[in-house]
């Protein structure tokens, strides 16, 4: 019988990655405790559940993360053992493993704002921000106890790695030795490949972020199988945009009417202001939430309710992606995002043709404020290729005694510079504004401390507050001559904090306020129908008299008769896709798993194989828009003129 080498080695590296699945399952459960009113876990059989199926996640990344660490520990080397080799050892074993580790702690937070485990793409946006030194001490200062909680594990970690430790016997039999070691190379080199396959049937694709939703009876848990490490590894080089063929051409054409063309005569061009809000979230309006089913439901907006009785608004408004620069290519260039932004891909470079484009043939002056530090976000580059004329950031602000010192300049400073700009134009021009105040660390000016209520969530004292600036900048804006001529569009580009069960149901994540105020009162009332941010543009070339066709997914909110109403944005995992009565799931493979009825936001009870005739027709619509919206990107078909030449 074959005499099996360093048994004691193998035994020690066993137990180096059980650590590493030890300190997961930790995560996982701070991941859990940390976002419990938002994953829908009610019993400890679902929690160990999800923890069991979570391993399948765990190995990959642990896998890959201690890839070097696997072959150093494995490799007939004969100085293994030995102390100097150990110390090398050590440091290739917890600098990637506390580097991929930490990115679980990040998740804890982040994902109450973006509902979704971080990927490349997370990362890729952060590094566009010239603040990232103030973002890190801002982060440390609001959420130090997770960083405690990461320092204490790594601690932790370390020590109970110290505890077993090798004693250094030189090989007496190295031919014994090499060939032992060659075999259990071998084993755990397929080992691994499966691990990181998630089996090892050659017909099955490696496990991706999708696979999470087969192990769960609620969507939002399978961000509770994944972990962070493994979302960020699957997203690497990952080009999401790929051409389709699944359906006809005339059958995208009757769903959607991607070139539109609308023939409102308009006698004298209004101005546009478009209002992007940040992370203020529909639940925030009490104008819209008259018949929301929570008790002593309370909203924090009383300007933009008193705005909103003059307004035509849309209760039931959805985001059309999950951050920041999301909501500026889908208000501003009807492009929505899925599971990788448009703006964070190698498409977004081409030409566009969008609501600035397209007022800048009108013959408008356009500009777009945001007053973050210039280039924060991705603002300032993709404002350049929508082709803006103007650009005001912080740097254009030139006063920084008004610096929230994280983000940018308070909100009701910059938008009375916004006034003050914009009424040194000529008109028509559309002006565009991001604010930044209702945003983590949820801070507001010192000398308004007290003046706005509390709330039951950080959030809301910065919502009073952007509210309040919004007052101010319309009670200024009324008395300049160019107000009676302009057209407000407002809405957000996503939400962030939930208090009521309402908005923390899956669909209503994404739910912000649309609303269009004319100061001569054309448009007035509420419309329940769909409506998502890439309408925006749709509407404001309607209201405005542009009577050229152009590309547009979205439909006009306030004379479109021919586009059906529909919503569609993505969790992360899986796209949403909002019509009639139903809401139907398309996985990133464009395979439908899910159909709800549309009153089942929580996405509770899937009706996928009891109205199989019902999914199939909405899964062809849903895959209609996912095939036009991709082909387009790819071929480059983003405005009417690129897609006549196409054709």
């Keep these: 019988m074959m005499k099996l080498f360093r048994i004691r080695e193998y035994k020690v590296f066993l137990y180096r990655l059980f650590l590493a699945y030890f300190f997961y399952f930790i995560a996982r459960t701070l991941f859990y405790l940390y976002n419990k009113d938002l994953l829908a876990v009610d019993s400890v059989s679902d929690f160990l559940s999800i923890c069991y199926y979570g391993l399948s996640f765990d190995t990959p990344a642990i896998l890959y993360v201690n890839a070097l660490f696997l072959l150093c520990s494995i490799l ?8 100097k080799f150990q110390k090398i050892v050590f440091w290739i074993y917890f600098i990637p493993n506390l580097i991929a580790y930490a990115t679980n702690f990040v998740d804890l937070i982040y994902y109450r704002f973006t509902f979704s485990r971080a990927s490349l793409a997370s990362l890729e946006s952060i590094s566009g921000e010239s603040n990232k030194l103030l973002l890190l001490l801002s982060f440390v200062k609001d959420y130090w106890h997770v960083f405690l909680l990461f320092f204490a594990c790594s601690y932790l970690w370390i020590k109970l790695y110290k505890r077993v430790e090798l004693i250094h016997i030189p090989p007496k039999n190295k031919k014994g030795y090499v060939f032992s070691s ?4 071998l084993v755990f080199a397929t080992l691994t490949v499966g691990g990181i396959r998630g089996d090892f049937k050659h017909s099955t694709r490696p496990l991706n972020l999708v696979d999470a939703g087969r192990h769960v009876n609620v969507a939002e848990q399978a961000n509770m199988v994944l972990n962070t490490p493994f979302s960020i ?34 006698d004298k061009k209004p101005n546009v202001v478009v209002i992007i809000i940040e992370s203020f979230g529909r639940e925030y309006l009490g104008s819209f939430n008259k018949n929301i089913k929570e008790e002593n439901y309370i909203g924090y907006t009383p300007f933009l309710d008193s705005l909103a009785n003059h ?25 929505p995002s899925f599971k990788t932004a448009y703006t964070s891909s190698s498409y977004a470079n081409q030409k566009v043709e969008s609501l600035v484009s397209i007022l800048n043939s009108m013959g408008y002056d356009t500009s777009f404020f945001h007053g973050a530090p210039n280039g924060s976000m991705g603002f300032l580059g993709f404002g350049n290729i929508l082709g803006f004329d103007h650009y005001y950031g912080k740097n254009e602000y030139k006063n920084d005694d008004d610096f929230d010192g994280v983000w940018g300049v308070w909100d009701e400073p910059f938008l009375e510079y916004m006034n003050d700009e914009l009424s040194k134009k000529k008109e028509p021009f559309m002006g565009t504004v991001f604010t930044v105040t ?5 801070n507001i000016p010192e000398k308004y401390e007290g003046k706005f209520p509390e709330g039951d969530l950080d959030m809301h004292k910065c919502v009073g507050y952007t509210d309040y600036a919004l007052k101010k900048f319309f009670t200024e804006a009324s008395k ?9 569009a407002i809405t957000a580009d996503h939400s962030n904090q939930t208090f009521y069960k309402e908005y923390k149901k899956t669909v209503n994540r994404f739910s912000v306020p649309i609303m269009f105020y004319d100061p001569n009162g054309k448009f007035i009332g509420e419309d329940h129908s769909f409506a998502q941010q890439m309408d925006i543009p749709a509407t404001i070339l309607d209201i405005v008299g542009y009577n050229k066709p152009f590309r547009s997914w979205g439909r006009s909110l306030v004379g479109d008769s021919i586009q059906k109403p529909f919503a569609v944005t993505h ?8 019509q009639d009565e139903y809401i139907t799931l398309l996985s990133n493979q464009d395979k439908v798993i899910g159909l709800y009825d549309i009153n089942d936001k929580g996405l509770t009870k899937n009706l996928l194989s009891s109205k ?15 095939q036009d919206y991709m082909n387009r990107i790819v071929d480059g078909r983003l405005s009417a003129e690129s897609d006549l030449n196409n054709n």
């Design 76 to 83: 007939p080397l004969f100085i293994n053992t030995t102390k």
């Design 182 to 185: 060659i075999l259990m190379l």
């Design 233 to 266: 590894i699957r997203t690497i080089n990952k080009n999401n945009f790929k051409k389709r063929n699944e359906v006809s051409e005339a059958f995208i054409e009757q769903a959607f009417h991607p070139i539109k063309q609308y023939n409102r005569k308009v």
């Design 311 to 335: 307004s035509m608004i849309f209760p039931n408004g959805f985001a059309n992606g999950r951050k920041s620069i999301h909501g500026m290519s889908s208000v501003l260039a009807g492009i």
């Design 438 to 442: 209702s945003h983590a660390p949820f």
């Design 480 to 488: 300049q001559p160019w107000f009676n001529n302009t057209i407000f």
């Design 571 to 578: 969790s992360g995992n899986n796209l949403l896709y909002l």
């Design 612 to 626: 199989k005739e019902k999914s199939n027709e909405m899964g062809k619509i849903a895959k209609a828009f996912v």
